[in-house]
Nanobody, 118 residues
Framework: QVQLVESGGGLAQPGGSLRLSCAAS????????MTWARQAPGKGLEWVSGIYNDGSETDYAVSMKGRFTISRDNAKNTLYLQMNSLQPEDTAVYYCVRGWGVTTTSVRGQGTQVTVSA
């Protein structure tokens, strides 16, 4: 079955960095665009970034541009999100999502908590 397992979350200080990973299995990873999404406490799902199946194109939400970098390794079936210059408003559960974009019915992992606090 399809599995997406995120890791790498944790506590970071403002201005700090974290690198999230998502291990994919149960489908042909290299054929799918992938997305990172997040959900802050009391808020809805928010699209963070997307990447084409071959990594040739990426896109970011406006507030993440220049701070976050999405990448993938199709040989390892793994998606990444490098997050720099973290801010308290980046605190959320981050999800790896199969496909481009995110809805409440999207195939996604269980999420990894990112907390940015001094």
């Amino acid at each position: 079955q399809v599995q997406l397992v995120e890791s790498g979350g944790g506590l970071a200080q403002p201005g700090g960095s974290l690198r999230l990973s998502c291990a994919a299995s149960g489908f042909t990873f290299s054929l799918y665009a992938m997305t990172w999404a997040r959900q802050a406490p009391g808020k809805g799902l928010e699209w963070v970034s997307g990447i084409y199946n071959d990594g040739s194109e990426t896109d970011y939400a406006v507030s993440m541009k220049g701070r976050f970098t999405i990448s993938r390794d199709n040989a390892k079936n793994t998606l990444y999100l490098q997050m720099n210059s973290l801010q308290p408003e980046d605190t959320a559960v981050y999800y790896c999502v199969r496909g481009w974009g995110v809805t409440t019915t999207s195939v996604r992992g269980q999420g990894t908590q990112v907390t940015v606090s001094a």
